[in-house]
């Protein structure tokens, strides 16, 4: 199976970034690609709440999601759109950051809301509190697909070890993490981790990501660290998309799976954490 990561500069406008990624899933299945995955909030790009509030719908009246739908299904190929900012349904105000698997037929095949929220002062210029704009999701989600279950996160998840050992050993054979990673923790971080979560669980990694200088909004201007990557289920970088965006194309290789798995079979060596009570 071939997967294309899609590396994007989402703006803060759906519409515009809806015919960005129509014309690169068209480029994506002419490369081949079965699979395409989409980074962390590809409809809009916005740290503006009032800006959100106006131009974002829930999940069942989104153009940019009615969009995506349609062309997967004109291309035959699944989407994984890493995730959509919608709103949520009343009472709560907030929205949801959602991962949203699409099905060749455009059909939406699961969702998964991202449980974690970035709250934090990476440093004093560069402060993140999603859990202000987005309500987090409280469940795990393995979707099933005919080339293996996806266990489905969501970028700052990708620091909870135990979710992806949990996906893994529910069965999941590719791990999903479309991100939008800060420029103050991606060089340092991004990768390490996303190895790390290959190795520990034998799965492969998948984690398209946005990249480089979004659109100025309430006077701040937004940057992203890029560097989409695609990590093996030993934990080699089989895919560094560099700062550019663009469509990247990987192979899956299920018995790359199993033969890791048999090398190291670690996922199976749990023991209970006793003595610290
Ligand atoms: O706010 C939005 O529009 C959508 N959400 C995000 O972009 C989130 C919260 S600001 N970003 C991350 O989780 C980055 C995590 C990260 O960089 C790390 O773990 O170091």
Redesign the pocket.
């Known amino acids: 199976m071939r997967a294309a990561l899609l590396q994007l500069t989402s703006s803060d406008d759906p519409a515009a970034n809806l015919e960005t990624v129509r014309a690169m899933l068209r480029e994506a299945a002419g490369q081949g690609a079965g699979l395409v995955l989409t980074p ?2 590809s409809n ?4 503006d709440r009032a800006h959100q509030r106006a131009v974002l719908r829930p999940e069942g009246a989104d153009p940019f999601i009615a969009g995506c739908r349609e062309e997967a299904a004109a291309l035959g190929v699944w989407l994984l759109l890493g ?1 959509v ?1 919608v709103k949520s349904d009343p009472p709560e105000e907030r929205f949801a ?1 959602r991962s949203l698997l699409i099905g060749p037929d455009g059909a939406i095949m699961a969702r998964y809301d ?1 449980m ?3 709250d ?1 002062a ?1 440093s004093e210029t560069e402060t ?1 509190r ?1 859990s202000a ?2 309500a987090p999701g409280d469940r795990a989600v393995l979707a099933q697909t005919p080339f293996g279950a996806i266990g489905m996160t ?3 998840d ?2 909870f070890a135990y979710l992806y050992r949990a996906l893994a050993q529910a069965g999941a054979m590719v791990l999903t993490v479309p ?4 420029p ?3 060089p340092d ?2 990768q390490p981790l996303l190895q790390a979560r290959a190795i520990e669980t034998g799965c492969y990694v998948l984690a398209p990501a ?1 990249t480089g200088t979004h659109a100025a909004q309430a006077g701040r201007t937004r940057k ?2 890029g560097h989409s990557l695609a990590i093996d289920p030993w934990g080699r970088v089989i895919l560094d998309a560099g700062t550019e965006p663009g469509v990247f194309c990987l192979d899956l290789d299920p018995e790359a799976v199993a033969d890791a798995r048999r090398r190291l079979p670690s996922l199976t060596h749990d023991r209970p954490v006793r003595g610290l009570a």
């Open positions: 962390e909030v809009c790009v916005s740290m995730s900012a950051n991202k974690h929220m970035f934090v990476v993140y999603e704009g987005f969501v970028c700052y990708l620091r991100s939008a990673f800060s103050g923790t991606g971080h991004w946005q992203t660290y």
